[in-house]
């Protein structure tokens, strides 16, 4: 500022009109400004209370007295089966829920974790091996050394192609929910776990593939550099220079994704596939609620586990990297 | 030189063991399903399923496939687009609530403005309120935060619909539970790790906690704060659709309908339009963060 720094020091009035006033207005026209940014926000927070207004969704009616016999029912019917109309016995209901969790609960869960772990590690693979094709400063005519003849036109082309093909595949992948293809996929490969399976690889390898070319575009270009001045292919760049550099970030989204592959298994299983949602869909349809609630809550129980997991191997992996 | 060095003396050997254990828990979960390879070849059902579906993957239909359409029904197209109104409505809406709880839990599930360097006060009420009570308060909304969002919103659906039946605004309730647990989550998370330099010069300055938490922490964590809503505006988008498949009129429940009548051209339709929708929606979030950035 080009004020007499004493001026302002000395002064602690802000009215309009005082140099300090003036200071802080030019600092207020100074200061940066992203238009995109804030029409983008004002649009979307505009989107998130209109719909409120344009939308048939009324919190109240969850009140109204139709749904509130409805809840009422519901509640009782929450009751574990043998405890309706007793008094509470923590021993019978124990039992009960026992009974529930060795005829489906275990199985269903343990299938559950099963199918999340199976289909991370398939889009684990997809998407490292994808990601290469993926990255722009790899997939190119002359990747990290530019040569004394610049490459053809056509050359140039076809390696952009190979780049925008494989984007074009992981944006498919990634915006057709998991649900989506596995519905899909069930009708085509009928009810065992390979729907699921696929069904969750597909759109993680969608994902993990886009974050995973993002960082090997990111990378410091001088190592892979050196490699290529040595002679080094592009797959063996991928190999020797990629691969080492963008393992510890690969492992972060690796394990993030298993987190929602676990919670998005579970629901899957409302397909027909014998996961923890298969039970819960099942008890619904049978109007057992009781059960229902108590599958629920055998899912939140694998859920926090596999987090609880995740965290601890992100963990880990942040601390040795 | 000093990096190599570093580098060097990282702990080292884990990664092969990680990536040989994972290798291991997938080749276990392998076989824990029974799965057989023989399985991924559909049996001649599901090669006709197979071959109709995808020969119309390059003609999505533009009108609709049944013989007979009753008078006066809207023109495919038309439902297409109103059907990508309610699924963005629903999300919207679901986001909105979401964003409310999860601005409230979100603050309660914080540390920053009672813990270490933020709150210096000398108050004695407040600090018996800090000591006593703030934990609980802590730790029941962590927990509350925990519950919302590791159930899915699909099984939130399911819940919703026994518990009170077919509305719209269980569909968005659903919507907005999970969202506003995750939103609660991160919330917290990137304020309590936001950078604290803006709260040491306002805490130099005499402003009370709470002053140095709204103007000093969120102010600095907001950049990160609006990219994660956006990102959760994508997401939110993509299970709305879904829920259409539980009979909320957004776009799952067409698609479901058409695929169950063998209309496969506009399966693809409506799977272009989803497409379409995402990638407008995905582009739009990482454009609002590369203007945040620069």
């Known amino acids: 500022m080009s004020t007499d720094p004493k001026d302002t020091g000395g002064s602690t009035t802000t009215a309009p009109g005082s140099t300090r006033w003036q200071q802080i207005t030019t600092l207020r026209r100074q200061r940066p400004r992203r238009r995109f940014a804030t029409r983008s926000l004002a649009l ?27 809840l009422r029912r519901f509640a009782n019917e929450v009751t574990p089966y043998p405890l309706q109309g007793q008094p509470f016995d923590l021993g019978t209901a124990l039992t009960w829920a026992h009974e529930i969790m060795m005829e489906k609960g275990w199985s269903g869960a ?62 498919v992948a990634r915006s057709i929910p998991a649900y989506l293809w596995a519905f899909l996929l069930v009708s085509m490969l009928g009810p065992t776990a390979w729907p699921a399976v696929l069904a969750l690889a597909l759109h993680n390898t969608g994902i993990l593939g886009k974050l995973t070319a993002e960082v090997n575009e990111n990378l410091d270009a001088k190592p892979l550099a ?5 002679g080094a292919s592009r797959s063996q760049i991928a190999l020797f220079g990629m691969i080492p550099l963008t393992l510890p970030r690969f492992l972060l989204f690796f394990f993030y994704r298993w987190e929602t592959c676990v919670r998005q298994a579970t629901v899957l299983g409302m397909l027909g ?9 099942d008890a619904r349809a049978r109007n057992y609620y009781d059960e ?21 191997m992100r963990e880990l992996i942040r601390r040795r990297s | 030189m000093s990096q190599a060095v570093a580098a060097l003396s990282r702990p080292r050997g884990g990664r092969g063991v990680a990536l040989l254990s994972i290798l291991v828990a997938g080749v276990v979960a392998f076989f824990s399903l029974g799965l057989d390879l023989r399985d991924l070849i559909p049996d001649r059902g599901g090669l006709t399923v197979l071959g109709k579906f995808f020969s119309r993957a390059l003609s999505p239909a533009l009108t609709y496939e049944a013989s007979f359409v009753p008078e006066g029904t809207q023109p495919l197209l038309l439902k297409a687009i109103g059907s990508v109104f309610k699924t963005v409505l629903f999300a919207a809406a679901g986001l909105g609530l979401a964003l409310l709880l999860g601005v409230v839990l979100g603050f309660f599930a914080s540390n920053a403005w009672w ?39 699909l099984l939130w659906a399911t819940l919703f619909l026994a518990a009170f039946g077919l509305s719209d605004t269980t569909a968005v309730l659903a919507l907005a539970i999970p969202y506003g647990g995750m939103l609660a989550k991160v919330f917290s998370e990137i304020v309590d790790e936001a950078p604290r ?6 805490k130099g300055l005499g402003a009370s906690p709470l002053q140095v938490f709204f103007f000093g922490l969120v102010t600095r964590a907001a950049p990160d704060l609006l990219a994660y809503l956006f990102y959760r505006f994508e997401c939110a988008v993509r299970a709305s659709a879904i829920l259409g498949f539980f009979g909320y009129p957004t776009l799952g429940y067409y698609l ?13 339709t409506y799977l272009y339009v989803l497409i379409a929708l995402v990638s407008l929606l995905d582009w739009w979030s990482s454009a609002f963060r590369r203007s945040l950035a620069t």
């Open chain 1, 44 to 70: 979307l927070l505009a989107l998130l209370v209109g719909a409120w207004f344009v939308g048939n969704f009324h919190l109240d009616d969850l009140i109204a007295t139709k749904r509130i016999e409805n």
């Open chain 1, 110 to 171: 343990g299938k559950t974790l099963a199918i999340s772990v199976l289909a991370i590690v398939l889009a684990g693979l997809f998407s490292s091996t994808l990601s290469f094709f993926g990255t722009r400063t790899l997939v190119s005519p002359e990747p990290f050394i530019t040569s004394l003849r610049p490459p053809s036109k056509i050359r140039a082309a076809g390696w952009r192609a190979v780049v925008g093909f494989t984007r074009a595949t992981f944006v």
């Open chain 1, 226 to 230: 050196a490699l290529r001045g040595m």
């Open chain 1, 273 to 281: 596939i014998v996961s923890l949602g298969f039970w819960i869909q």
């Open chain 1, 292 to 312: 229902m609630v108590l599958l629920i809550l055998a899912s939140v129980v694998l859920v926090l586990v596999g987090d609880v997991v995740s965290i601890a």
């Open chain 2, 115 to 153: 813990v270490g360097d933020v709150s210096g006060n000398r108050n004695p009420i407040f600090r018996w309120v800090r000591r006593s009570m703030l934990p609980v308060v802590f730790v029941s909304a962590r927990v509350l935060i925990a519950v919302m969002r590791s159930i899915h919103e």
């Open chain 2, 197 to 202: 330099d803006t709260v040491l010069a306002l």
């Open chain 2, 256 to 268: 479901a309908a058409s695929f169950e009548n063998l209309h496969y051209g506009e399966v693809w």
